[in-house]
């Protein structure tokens, strides 16, 4: 039997989400004769969130999928595997200095200044572009529809419910959580007026800890890591959804026709979306920009300064009640009106989606399982 071994990266929860969809549309197609291993941290970012759905045709193993040292030496205890990797620039360069058949998954190909140059080594390349125009050095390279796996059902809660989305908070360029970030976004919860409605908060392990420790009447609240399947049902039955602007979770809002507020970006990709979507759709997100004076550099830089740096500003706004009371105002405006989310369908119409079985086929296609 053969065997695909499949990488993602522990940057919030969009890696391996997407690893999980093709996985599972894959396993469909192949009616489960395909062997699939993942590997990654058992106590890390990934396994968590691989933990949040069930999926027993897949085995996990235990290593660092950011050390290319442990990552070439599993990739070399098997008999020609097939490497699929999303974000993971260690297992292509493994994948690449063995042989072995390899194909890459990047959906914020947009994002990239400069990409990694091990993304230039895949065998295969699949990105999403956004409509943006780039110039890719793959041989071989598809710009594919939106990854989102199986879209949920609309069926709108009977009583009014707000979700509050804030991902994984979590990369592995920064140590930890980011504490000051999170305790501006509690401090914003403990100010909404969200009436009768019932409000969830769902996020990574972590986080989700931290803010229920930190509302001042956390009974008011339902707050968790849910189970993926879970989420699902509570994003498609929600009346309004107040999210980080990460990829999975802005697209499939925008699949199902919600009204969403996007929250004061956390990390890069984050903010480059952001401004995406204010020019492409009518949801107006907060930005940083609207409040302070941003250095334009910061644009250019990696995680490991961004996070830094709205950290910084996020202190800034809890220390400053006018700017607060601006941002609180904004957000406060959007729950209580009615929103037109014309645009939003528009735009992820125009992208397109179910990503997943478009990969799958090519890998079909491309190694003859």
């Known amino acids: ?82 490497v699929v990797s999303v974000l993971n620039r260690f297992s292509i360069k493994a994948a690449h200095e063995l042989k072995l058949p390899n194909i890459l998954i990047d959906f914020l190909a947009w994002f990239w200044d400069k990409p990694s140059f091990e993304y230039s080594l895949a065998d295969m390349y699949l ?61 914003i919860i403990n100010k909404l007026n969200f009436a009768s409605a019932t409000v969830y908060i769902a996020g990574g392990k972590e986080a989700t800890e931290f803010i229920k420790k930190n509302l ?58 952001s401004f995406i979507l204010k020019k492409e759709t009518n949801v107006d997100p907060l930005m940083w920009e609207d409040y302070f004076d941003i250095n334009k550099k910061m644009y250019s830089l990696t995680e490991y300064d961004v996070v830094p740096y709205t950290e910084k500003l996020s202190q800034k706004v809890i220390n400053n009640n006018k700017i607060f009371s601006k941002i609180l105002t904004k957000i406060q405006d959007r729950l209580d009106s009615k929103i037109n989310t014309s645009d939003q369908t528009k735009y992820i119409e125009k992208l397109g989606v179910n990503g997943e079985d478009v990969v799958s086929d090519l890998i079909i296609k491309k190694w003859r399982l």
């Open 1 to 82: 039997m053969k065997t695909i071994i499949f990488f993602s990266n522990p940057f919030g929860y969009g890696p391996t989400t997407t690893l999980i969809h093709i996985a599972e549309s894959l396993n469909k197609r192949v009616n489960g004769n395909i062997k699939m291993v993942v590997a990654g941290k058992e106590n890390g970012l990934c396994k968590e969130i691989f933990n949040k759905s069930n999926h027993s045709y897949i085995k996990w193993h235990d290593l660092d999928e950011r050390n290319y040292e442990e990552v070439k030496s599993f990739l070399s205890s098997f008999k020609s595997p097939f």
């Open 216 to 273: 001042d009447f956390p009974d008011r609240f339902i707050v968790g890591s849910f189970s993926h399947e879970k989420f699902l049902k509570l994003h498609a039955a929600c009346h309004h959804f107040i999210t980080l602007s990460g990829t999975n979770a802005t697209f499939m809002s925008f699949s199902l026709g919600i009204p969403t507020t996007f929250l004061l970006p956390q990390l890069l990709a984050h903010w480059k979306l």
């Open 127 to 187: 990105y999403n572009s956004l409509g943006k125009d780039l110039s890719i050095p793959n041989k071989i390279s598809y710009d594919i529809p939106i990854i989102l796996g199986s879209i949920p059902k609309r069926i709108i809660s009977k009583k009014r419910m707000i979700l509050i989305n804030i991902g994984g908070s979590k990369n592995p360029l920064v140590e930890g959580i980011p504490i000051k970030y999170l305790t501006l976004l509690t401090k």
